[in-house]
């Protein structure tokens, strides 16, 4: 593993006790009980049995793994979208979104059929299995499917949220999971809605938008930031593609100061979608935090996120130093 030069704390202080539990044990659950609820869902994998196995033995005759061909595999999905059935297709999110990208638009988002693919291991959730298992512009590239709902999920019951969301729309869907435990957030008990973000502290100067394993990073150093006396509301955004702008115009009204961080590429992510929101609509100071393009070293995940800048450290710095400039606060050596 290659040592970072970055000098930032792993994490700041923190009166939460993190917990942390993976999202596809539970969205295997919900998968189970989906099957049970609609007779006409049929489960596709590509060589991975993880998410669908409870789900496989209630339901054996409405499972499919085509084997490692993920461009098979979706053509597989439309086809029996096609004859009236829902569709799941859940497979590791790098190869999924790489490999399948043509027929995922042309036979699936296109047409508008009712299949709801699933991404293990988004963004930079395989860690340490490198840039060939990163994958920083799935939810951008799903975005851009015609017709196509994308979820980037908090945690473990946010996801399975998420997923029974996505199933029951009647149309194409991306639902990205973490790869590994992500730290939980909700308790369970909250009403989630794919048109209302989660709002975390009340309006004030500063606030900070994030998705997916970025919120727990936010909420973190807005509680440091609160401590110096500078009010910050965080922003959770869950369903990102319908863009929630009217709720993060909203959000920014009374703020003079506005970060979005994400696990993703700024380019056609949070950061694209929060600067069309305000545009126009908004004056003040405007900080994007998201992967760049430097190669990644080999590290865990947590390590990446120091490397690029979207921790709850960097985060702080955006929010309390007017001359900090996002891409410049970490390196690696080779």
Excluded: K
């Amino acid at each position: 593993m290659v040592p970072l030069t970055d000098t930032a704390p792993a994490a700041g202080p923190d009166s939460r006790t993190p917990e942390f539990r993976a999202m596809r044990p539970a969205c295997a659950e919900v998968l189970a009980e989906l099957g049970d609820r609609f007779d006409d869902l049929v489960v596709l994998a590509a060589d991975g049995h993880a998410l669908a196995m409870r789900f496989l033995r209630a339901h054996p005759e409405r499972f499919i793994d085509v084997g490692i061909a993920e461009a098979n595999l979706v053509g597989v999905a439309a086809g029996i979208a096609r004859s009236g059935r829902r569709v799941v297709v859940g497979t590791m999110a790098p190869f999924l979104v790489r490999r399948a990208a043509e027929q995922i638009r042309l036979d699936v988002c296109q047409p508008g059929l009712d299949v709801t693919l699933v991404g293990i291991g988004g963004g930079l959730g395989y860690g340490t299995l490198g840039a060939t298992h990163h994958v920083t512009e799935d939810l951008a590239a799903l975005a851009a499917m015609p017709g196509t709902r994308v979820f980037c999920p908090v945690d473990v019951h946010d996801a399975a949220w998420a997923l029974r969301e996505a199933v029951a729309w009647p149309g194409p869907a991306y639902v990205r999971l973490g790869a590994r435990e992500d730290e939980v957030v909700f308790t369970g008990d909250e009403e989630f809605s794919a048109t209302r973000p989660r709002e975390f502290g009340e309006p004030g100067g500063a606030l900070v938008v994030a998705t997916g394993a970025t919120v727990p990073q936010a909420l973190r150093a807005a509680e440091q930031v609160r401590a110096t006396g500078l009010p910050v509301q965080v922003l959770a955004l869950t369903c990102v593609a319908p863009f929630p702008s009217a709720a993060v115009a909203a959000a920014a009204r009374t703020a003079r100061v506005v970060v979005t961080v994400e696990e993703h590429l700024a380019a056609g992510g949070l950061a694209s979608g929060t600067a069309l929101a305000l545009a126009g609509r908004w004056h003040g100071r405007f900080v994007p935090l998201a992967v760049d393009g430097r190669r990644a070293p080999v590290a865990d995940r947590g390590d990446l996120f120091r490397f690029y800048g979207i921790d709850s450290h960097t985060i702080s710095r955006a929010l309390t130093e007017p001359a900090f400039e996002p891409g410049v606060t970490a390196c690696a050596s080779s």
